[in-house]
């Protein structure tokens, strides 16, 4: 642990945070730090259930006093997203997270940090190792698989539950008291393709420096995407210069807005020179127009070489441009009911070409399930229109805002006494899990709350080591103080 760290702890968080961040927890990749929490609660004599889909929920019974009083849930999930920089060396699926405090934020060196939602993770395990603590039933669920669809919480099995109360630890600002989300899904076209044979000069374009972010909270803040810059790029290229499409690809999480993309192209070996700075022109147009959103946008253009390839057929180009260029992205509904939030946006996150077909997938988010759907729909008829196929997957529902509350006037109460301000109570468009959970125990109140942390999924993502410690002292003081 890093020794400045160390010397700002407070009742093990960063203790906690560092041996997370040591253990490799990309979705998909949740096998030992699923065992690490079992074996913390093996190591505190801790009731913990472990479930197929490596889900944990660890059990700590109420402290004397406390018998009576309602069970509270406490939530987040163990798997991060795993973004680095293009040309780093860092292995997810091995190498731990290097990191570095720099004054009073923690980040990771080239990657991104995990606070989202390791920092969770570190909360329940500080709360449920403390003795000192007054409390009363706690049942700490940690679920698997949040970052790529919320597989975890669909697996997860509640029917046991005893929780009257439950407090999400997956918010990201502090002060603010979330007590709605968007709902979600993924939609995946797969195009066909056919492909030719020509000779020729290989090129290859790639776009970088965009900010990226996350799909849900940086959504609205106007982010390009590397994706459907790729596209329209190539949109206003073929108006001055004949190529084929090798390959093209960008992006890694279909809940990550792209920062990268590129396309290899094939052009006639006489035509470099020209082509190449038709391409510098247009991306100058597109570097003035995006000076105050994307000022760090750049761009290169590498020859790589004469010689027989196989680019997409001129017909199936066409319809996968007239796709890449048509499918909406961004906020596409802002809502009536709540003053600046997102109601509905769509994030063309992952898109690729295989040897016979193109593979695009969209995340969609909105606060109304009629709406999500619509966007949906339109995805697939879009698809279909051009011959393609659409799937949907990794559907969950929005957490509904609940009128009567005591939770949330619990918190409030005690933030005022705390800090001596109103904490703020608002909704967000990014998916969080309360929705499924809320499906499964009927009645259950929820809030959401969480330190400030920034650029969360991308490599510039850190946390707030002060507001981390407050808001834990907060959540101290919740827990213990009796909800009436």
């Given amino acids: 642990m890093d020794k400045r760290l160390e010397e700002m702890d407070y009742k093990g968080i960063f203790k906690y945070f560092s041996e997370i961040s040591k253990i490799p927890r ?205 596209a329209r790029l190539l949109f206003d290229l073929r108006e001055k210069s004949s190529y084929g499409v090798i390959h093209m690809e960008g992006g890694y999480k279909d809940n990550v807005i792209p920062r990268e993309a590129f396309a290899e192209l094939v052009i006639d070996t006489d035509k470099y020179s020209e082509v190449s700075d038709n391409i510098t022109k247009i991306m100058e147009t597109f570097k003035h127009e995006l000076v105050s959103s994307e000022p760090e946008l750049d761009f290169t253009i590498e020859d790589m070489g004469d010689g027989e390839y196989t680019p997409v057929h001129s017909i199936s180009f066409e319809k996968l441009l007239f796709l890449l260029i048509q499918i909406p992205y961004g906020v596409q509904v802002m809502s009536s009911e ?51 196929e659409y799937v949907l997957r990794s559907e969950y529902p929005a957490w509904e805002f609940n009128n009567d509350s005591k939770l949330r006037e619990h918190l409030q109460l005690h933030y005022k006494e705390m800090f001596g301000k109103e904490m703020k109570v608002e909704a967000i468009h990014a998916g969080l899990e309360c929705g499924l959970i809320a499906e499964k125990v009927p009645g259950l109140d929820i809030v959401s709350i969480g330190p400030d942390m920034f650029r969360v999924h991308t490599i510039d993502e850190k946390l707030d080591i002060p507001s981390t410690i407050r808001v834990y002292k907060f959540l101290e003081r919740i827990i213990e103080e009796k909800i009436r």
């Fill in 26 to 230: 990309g979705s998909g990749n949740e096998g030992e730090i699923s065992e690490y929490l079992v074996s913390f609660a093996k190591e505190h004599n801790l009731e913990y259930n472990k479930d197929s889909a490596m889900n944990v929920i660890i059990i700590k019974e109420a402290s004397p006093g406390y018998e009576n009083e309602p069970t509270i849930m406490l939530q987040g999930h163990m798997d991060m997203v795993c973004e680095k920089l293009k040309e780093g060396t860092h292995d997810f699926l091995k190498d731990p997270i290097k990191l570095v405090v720099k004054g009073d934020f923690l980040h990771a060196d080239g990657t991104t940090l995990g606070a989202d939602n390791g920092i969770a993770m570190a909360y329940m395990l500080a709360l449920l190792s403390d003795k000192e603590l007054k409390h009363p039933r706690i049942e700490a669920v940690i679920t698997s698989d949040e970052e790529v669809g919320m597989n975890g919480a669909k697996a997860l099995d509640l029917s046991s539950s005893k929780a009257k109360y439950l407090i999400n630890l997956d918010s990201e600002e502090e002060g603010y008291l979330l007590a709605s989300c968007a709902g979600g899904l993924t939609g995946t076209i797969n195009l066909p393709l056919k492909r030719v044979t020509e000779n020729g000069k290989k090129i290859k374009i790639s776009i970088g420096g965009l900010k990226g972010g996350h799909s849900g909270m940086d959504i609205v803040s106007n982010r390009s995407n590397a994706n459907k810059l790729l």
């Fill in 338 to 388: 709540i003053e600046g939030l997102v109601e509905s946006s769509l994030n063309l996150g992952i898109f690729r070409l295989e040897e016979d077909q193109a593979v695009i997938c969209n995340s969609v988010r909105s606060s109304k399930g009629s709406y999500k759907y619509f966007i949906s729909n339109k995805l697939e008829y879009l698809a279909n229109f051009l011959g393609g």
